[in-house]
């Protein structure tokens, strides 16, 4: 799957600087609360954007953007990955990439390489149960290789987790501290469940801010630096 979108600027993405988003489509979870489905259920339905403009655009605005910051979709599915991401080192920006963590083999290239200057990973919910963000008839997924690969990475790396009621509760935040015991930062989201892809994840009440307080409590047992966003 190609680059399917570009944002020229964003201050929110990429802390601290002013970045620009390149956007892939496909992904290999069907997560019911993702706030992209077109992206991950329909990508064949935006062009593709050839590489060779992107890094255009990209190098007409390197006065005034810092880095880049690229997302999706899932990022690590896509052939023309590690050639952007060539391309913006040799334009000298810095490059954030979002991830789902499921293609440790990519985000180890990458990391080898070094394309990458910092790194944001979904954790879904407890590691035990990603079978249920599958596509149907998937035949597993399996994210404690690539967490391992990033909790010794070299460049900083924010995992995350919405709290999606039923997907994230309490035993679910015991086992994610668990498998990423000692991170430097994870950050607990507030769910919005509007543009849910699911008519079902549309209808659910987020948690209260007391729950999610009570959330990042039990977080801190695993991770220092444990953050609310989104109350
Ligand atoms: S991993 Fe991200 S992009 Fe993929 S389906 Fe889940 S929320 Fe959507």
New binding site residues.
Partial sequence: MGIKGFQGTSLLDFPGRIASLVFFGG?N???PY?H?PAL?LEPESYPDLPLDEVLAELADRRGFIDGVVVT???PTLAADLLPLLQGIRDLGLQIKLDT?GLAPKVLEILLQRQLLDSIAC?LKTNPARYGE?QWPGGQGVGIQEGLALLLAAPVPVEFRTTCVPGLVESDDIQAMGAAIAGAKEWVLQQFVPSHAMEPSCQALTPHSSETLQAFAELAREHVAAVRLRGL
Avoid: H, Y
């Fill in positions: 992904c979870l069907r997560c993702c992209n991950v999706g979709g899932e789902n979904d963000l």
